[in-house]
């Protein structure tokens, strides 16, 4: 871990887009994105990046949006929020 206590990344970080920013801001899933690994954060704003196409790019913050807002799927694969430790009663 660094200095800020999150992972280091494998890749290099990619800046959030406006158009992506606004998206989830307006479909109110700003919170779920940053509830997610910053690996998955980084992984999805490359992918976006990375389309040369407008097309493209609002195919796959499409599918980004479907997949916050349902909850269980990174990439098309499932996925689960780790557990988080219960508290002694």
């Known amino acids: 871990m660094n200095k800020t206590n999150r992972p280091r990344l494998k890749r290099s970080p990619q800046l959030m887009p406006g158009f992506v920013r606004e998206a989830l801001e307006e479909r109110q899933l700003m919170a779920a994105y940053k509830s997610r690994p910053s690996y998955q954060q980084n992984d999805y ?40 430790a219960r508290r002694p009663v």
């Open 45 to 84: 704003l490359g992918w976006i990046n990375r389309a040369r196409h407008e097309e493209t790019k609002r195919r796959r913050l499409s599918q980004r949006l479907e997949e916050l807002e349902g909850g269980t799927r990174y990439m098309k694969m499932r996925w689960s929020p780790p557990r988080r």
